[in-house]
């Protein structure tokens, strides 16, 4: 059985899954500016944007099944597991991988992107625990 889409109204912040290809996996921060007749919503994005040089930031038409809310915050420290499922700020937006290896000694994460085969090393900062949005609750990844 699946979640009915979330209704948003404006000033919501959200995240836009990425669905097309070379970006499943991904999450872009937005907040809805309008909410259309169709159902659709009018989004607009924190740090996607349509020109490079104008920096003017990307606007977007979009179905209720492409938005969640944005994850919770996590508030306590965690040093993620191998194995374990994390989210990684990389080219605008949170991307999906697991934690390959790390290394605490330079607060520094190998983390492998299962939907481009390839893995590379992150700064902590840059990572946070993956969640899912399960019939409205939030679930967050185990190693």
């Known amino acids: ?10 000033g919501n912040r959200v ?8 970006f499943i996996g991904s999450y872009y921060e937005a907040t809805i500016l309008t909410v259309l007749d169709d159902g659709r919503y009018e989004v607009i994005y924190k740090n996607l944007v349509e020109d490079e040089e104008t920096k003017i930031p990307l606007k977007e038409y979009l ?6 809310p944005r994850p919770p915050p ?8 191998l194995t374990q499922h994390v989210d990684v700020f990389i080219n605008e937006g949170w991307w999906i991988g697991a934690v390959a290896a790390k ?10 992107f299962e939907s481009t085969g390839k893995a590379a090393e992150y700064d902590s900062s840059l990572v946070r625990v993956h969640q899912e949005l399960i019939n409205g609750l939030w679930y967050r990844s185990d190693p």
């Open 1 to 10: 059985m699946s979640t009915p889409p979330r209704v948003y109204t404006p």
């Open 15 to 22: 995240e836009v899954m990425g669905y097309e290809p070379g």
């Open 63 to 68: 179905r209720p099944q492409d938005l969640r």
């Open 74 to 81: 996590v508030r306590e420290a965690i040093e993620f597991k």
């Open 103 to 112: 290394d605490m000694d330079r607060s520094v994460y190998l983390v492998y």
